[in-house]
């Protein structure tokens, strides 16, 4: 079936560090594929997306192209900041007997030191 | 400003009660879900609707119950069947028939006495 999966964590970095977490799913069909934050003890929040591939979704310096050909959602960002720090879930959106479904990763924390 | 409110932030449920946390929405969307979270890990879905009058297990919706009387509203009864009900649950909502975003509400933390 269709699935999500997500590098595990915690991701600890440093402040103005790369970020890459990876993200690969599996899919019949062409899904769209998210990524939302979730700050501690806060609901989730879209951070991009993408509905077709080798598009390049991107938000507050976040970016994450969708690679057919590797099944893969990776998100990145050039220089992370303290605020950054949160758990981040990939998703994939399939569709159901009658509507768009949303299959989730685990998520991955991220902890960012001063 | 639109958007998902859930009530209340924190709920205290005793052994063999039923407890009803609440959902509003003021985005017109007509789809609404309810996911459980648990301690690192991802969102499982509980129950969702497309329509007023009209939802839909999800894949964990034993000892949960929810009702969809007007459009704004998707209340979920967590019941005394549900043995392990101690999670965060968040609620979202959507346009239905599309790919769109899902909007989620702040979420409720329900722990047992």
């Known amino acids: 079936g269709d699935s999500v999966t997500q590098m595990e964590g915690p991701v600890t970095l440093s402040e103005e560090a790369f970020l890459t977490i990876n993200c690969t799913y599996t899919?019949?069909?062409?899904?769209?594929l998210f990524w939302y934050v979730q700050y501690p003890g806060e609901g989730l929040q879209l951070l991009l997306k993408a509905t077709k591939a080798d598009d390049k979704g991107s938000n507050k310096g976040f970016e994450a192209t969708y690679r057919k050909e590797t099944t893969s959602f990776h998100l990145e960002k050039g220089s992370v900041q303290v605020s950054d720090s949160a758990v981040y879930f990939c998703?994939?959106?399939?569709?159901?007997?009658?509507?768009?479904?949303?299959?989730w990763g685990a998520g991955t924390k991220l902890i960012i030191k001063p | 400003d639109g958007g998902i409110t859930q009530s209340p932030k924190y709920l205290f449920r005793k052994e063999g009660q039923n407890v009803t946390l609440s959902c509003e929405q003021n985005?017109?969307?007509?789809?609404m879900y309810w996911y459980r979270q648990d301690p690192g890990q991802g969102l499982r879905l509980i129950y969702y609707s497309q329509i007023v009058n009209d939802f839909q297990k999800g894949d964990i919706a034993e000892g949960y119950s929810v009702s969809r009387e007007k459009k704004e509203s998707f209340p979920l009864t967590v019941t005394s069947a549900q043995k392990n009900p101690t999670a965060f649950y968040l609620c979202a909502s959507k346009r239905t028939g599309t790919t769109e975003t899902q909007y989620f509400g702040p979420g409720t933390r329900l722990l047992v006495l």
């Open positions: 998703a994939l959106s399939v569709k159901g007997d009658s509507n768009y479904q949303l299959i």
């Open positions: 899919a019949t069909g062409y899904p769209s």
């Open positions: 985005l017109n969307h007509d789809a």
